[in-house]
Structures are given as structure tokens and as C-alpha cells.
């Protein structure tokens, strides 16, 4: 089954910049959705932004979040900019069970990364 891993997450003052990444392996189709979200203590896995096989994406902060993938590299890419504080959080890339779906519904995913955790300072 597919392996995702995320990677790129870190320290980084208010009003910084992060790109992190989510490497996919053992993929067996080339169709694919993958979806970012992350989860602050004490709140709830809060989605971020998705992209699928064809390039269509979408995100939940808009101006300062962008997500791009690179097919040959079987990478997918979360550019975040202008961050804030209430972005600590662990983010996580998933899977969807459809390859064409890049909404917001948790259960539609089925694989998982370990996450990585990005912390924004004063």
C-alpha cells in the first residue's frame, strides 16, 4: 500500500516561510489525490488544501498557502507564507480513497503520514 512521508517542517518566526513535502512510494496507480491537514493541541484535524493527479487543487488559506505537486517525483508540496502563530500545528499529508477528490471530509482518506510538525515563534 501506498507509503506516505512528510518532510520539511520545523522552527520559523511569524511572518516566515516553510515548504514542506509529501513523498509518496509504493503507489500503484499514477491517479492520485493527496490533501494536507493539520491538527493544533487540544483542536481538531483541520484540513488545509488538496491537489489531485490532473493539477486541480484547492486551499483553505488562500494568499498565503499554496499546494503543487510534482508527478515525477511522486512529490506534493505545501508552500506556506506570511505565517502566523495559530499555524503551529502537526501537518499531515493523506491520500484519498478517490483520486479525483480533494475536499475536506476526513474519512475519504485512507493513508496517512507520520506528520511533521511546524512551529511558528515570536
Known amino acids: 500500500q501506498v507509503h506516505l512521508v512528510e518532510s520539511g517542517g520545523g522552527v520559523v518566526q511569524a511572518g516566515g516561510s516553510l515548504r514542506l513535502s509529501c513523498t509518496a512510494s509504493?503507489?500503484?496507480?499514477?491517479?492520485?489525490?493527496l490533501a494536507w491537514f493539520r491538527q493544533a493541541p487540544g483542536k481538531d484535524r483541520e484540513f488545509v488544501g488538496a491537489?489531485?493527479?490532473?493539477?486541480v487543487s484547492t486551499v483553505s488559506k488562500q494568499g498565503r498557502f499554496t499546494i503543487t505537486s510534482d508527478n515525477a517525483r511522486n512529490t506534493v508540496y505545501l508552500e506556506m507564507n506570511d505565517l502566523e502563530l495559530d499555524d503551529t500545528a502537526v501537518y499531515y499529508c493523506?491520500?484519498?480513497?478517490?483520486?479525483?477528490?480533494?475536499?475536506?471530509?476526513?474519512?475519504?482518506?485512507?493513508?496517512w503520514g507520520q506528520g511533521t510538525q511546524v512551529t511558528v515563534s515570536t
Open positions: 493523506a491520500q484519498s480513497i478517490d483520486p479525483l477528490y480533494i475536499g475536506n471530509d476526513v474519512s475519504k482518506y485512507d493513508h
Open positions: 509504493r503507489r500503484t496507480s499514477n491517479q492520485y489525490a
Open positions: 491537489i489531485n493527479w490532473t493539477g
